[in-house]
Nanobody, 122 residues
Framework: VQLQASGGGLVQAGGSLRLACVAS?????????MGWFRQAPGKEREFVAA????????YYADSVKGRFTISRDNGKNTVYLQMNSLKPEDTAVYYC???????????????WGQGTQVTVSS
């Protein structure tokens, strides 16, 4: 599956952004667990959130729990990340990822989008 992320930008602390990731290709989107990851400058990529194939289950990193919400629309082949109460430490390149299996935040996702920059100013 090919993934295309969008929705990043510059926002002030306390603001909100919604990222979207559209899947394409000769595959069934609803067969994939979907996740969001982020990588800040000089840091390793980290898990942000994941959602099960039909959206019944969601998982979040402790750092974003209560502020971010992952959701999906299988009819539109799209997964979203609603980010509220943004903090400067949320600044990073955000990547969407997909895989047919889920083994927790350390899942080796097989498909990755190109990343979208989120910058939160203080």
């Amino acid at each position: 599956v090919q993934l295309q992320a969008s929705g990043g930008g510059l926002v002030q602390a306390g603001g909100s952004l919604r990222l979207a990731c559209v899947a394409s290709g000769r595959t069934t989107f609803s067969s994939y667990w979907m996740g969001w990851f982020r990588q800040a400058p000089g840091k390793e990529r980290e898990f942000v959130a994941a959602i099960s194939r039909r959206g019944a289950l969601t998982y979040y990193a402790d750092s974003v729990k209560g502020r971010f919400t992952i959701s999906r629309d299988n009819g539109k082949n799209t997964v979203y990340l609603q980010m509220n109460s943004l903090k400067p430490e949320d600044t990073a390149v955000y990547y969407c990822a997909g895989d047919t299996t889920w083994n927790g935040p350390d899942t080796n996702f097989g498909s990755w989008g190109q990343g979208t920059q989120v910058t939160v100013s203080s």
